[in-house]
T-cell receptor, first 112, second 115 residues
Framework: GESVGLHLPTLSVQEGDNSIINCAYS??????FIWYKQESGKGPQFIID?????DKRQGQRVTVLLNKTVKHLSLQIAATQPGDSAVYFC???????????FGAGTRLFVKA | NAGVTQTPKFRVLKTGQSMTLLCAQD?????MYWYRQDPGMGLRLIHY???????AKGEVPDGYNVSRLKKQNFLLGLESAAPSQTSVYFC??????????????FGPGTRLTVL
């Protein structure tokens, strides 16, 4: 069935280093992918998205890479800061569908 | 703009009690969703609505009912609460699918404990 999963459940990085969070998806029909950040006690918050006609998209300190050949998505955070500590979810959906499928999440710890 | 708001923030119920969770959005979004989040399981879709007066089942609809009488509100009801419904509930909304605004905006969550 459809699924969105993550390779690493937890990730610990040193402040100032770059972080990479990975995600695998299985539905080849998915054409829209989103990364969300969830801080403790809060709802998920949109970080960045990418459509299937793109391989890379950059935001402020964040970059999402999409490899459709191997159904892989990654989120890169540059110069990771303590405020980046949170759980990160990847999600997928497809045009014409009503639902978004979320992965289980990766917890990012930033060490000062 | 308040975005997506949820009421209440916390609630403790006894088994068999009923309650309604209220979600409101002021972004004129067409689509609204109710999710539950349990440790290690991510977000699971309970019910969703693609417009005023419409509702549909999601991944885990049993034990829940919903109503979308007004475009801005989406209500989640528990008729007879069970301990298995202890969870954090999130509401989300999004503009009409097919545009570049498929991003879901989430509320702050409702933490529900059923004893």
């Amino acid at each position: 069935g459809e699924s969105v999963g993550l390779h690493l459940p937890t990730l610990s990085v040193q402040e100032g280093d770059n972080s990479i969070i990975n995600c695998a998806y299985s539905n080849s029909a998915s054409d829209y992918f989103i990364w969300y950040k969830q801080e403790s006690g809060k709802g998920p918050q949109f970080i960045i998205d990418i459509r299937s006609n793109m391989d890379k998209r950059q935001g402020q300190r964040v970059t999402v890479l999409l490899n459709k050949t191997v159904k892989h998505l990654s989120l890169q955070i540059a110069a990771t800061q303590p405020g980046d500590s949170a759980v990160y979810f990847c999600a997928e959906s497809y045009t014409g569908g009503f639902k978004t499928i979320f992965g289980a999440g990766t917890r990012l710890f930033v060490k000062a | 703009n308040a975005g997506v708001t949820q009421t209440p923030k916390f609630r403790v119920l006894k088994t068999g009690q009923s309650m309604t969770l209220l979600c409101a959005q002021d972004m004129n979004h067409e689509y609204m969703y109710w999710y539950r989040q349990d440790p290690g399981m991510g977000l699971r879709l309970i019910h969703y609505s693609v417009g005023e007066g419409t509702t549909a089942k999601g991944e885990v609809p049993d034990g829940y009912n919903v109503s979308r009488l007004k475009k801005q509100n989406f209500l989640l009801g528990l008729e007879s609460a069970a301990p298995s419904q202890t969870s954090v509930y999130f509401c989300a909304s999004t503009a009409r699918r097919g545009t570049n605004t498929d991003t879901q905006y989430f509320g702050p969550g409702t933490r529900l404990t059923v004893l």
